[in-house]
């Protein structure tokens, strides 16, 4: 069992920048890989970054790709995505998420991950 919290939502203009970091519990946290998605107000949620278990492997959606950067500290349970050039499209509740499998690849199907973290909110004004 993994759970997940989100953090360092906030308000901000166009062109900011702003860190998310999402805290696991439990010991396992090191063994799954993990994303961030997103969900704007009236659309399906997306994906928008993920990372593997071991934080050697990422991949990103097209509109974070160049912006986003997704890392992990397995010492410290901690999921990070540092967001620059934010822009107003980019408004939305971000959810960290687990892949329950041991040791998989990057997984951007939001169907396929286990565990989920209540969200964050990040407004982007322009």
């Known amino acids: 069992q993994v759970q997940l919290e989100e953090s360092g939502g906030g308000l901000v203009q166009a062109g900011d920048s702003l860190t998310l970091s999402c805290v696991a519990s439990?010991?396992?946290?090191?063994?799954?890989?993990m994303g961030w998605f997103r969900q704007a107000p009236g659309k399906e949620r997306e994906f928008v970054a993920a990372i593997s278990w071991s934080g050697g492997g990422a991949t990103y959606s097209h509109s974070a790709e160049g912006r986003f950067t997704i890392s992990r500290d397995n010492a410290k349970n901690t999921l990070f995505l540092q967001m620059n050039s934010l822009k107003p499209e980019d408004t939305a509740v971000y959810y960290c998420a687990a892949d329950g499998r041991d040791y998989g690849p990057p997984n951007i199907l939001p169907e396929s991950m286990d565990y989920w973290g209540q969200g964050t909110q990040v407004t982007v004004s322009s």
């Open positions: 439990g010991r396992t946290f090191s063994r799954h890989s």
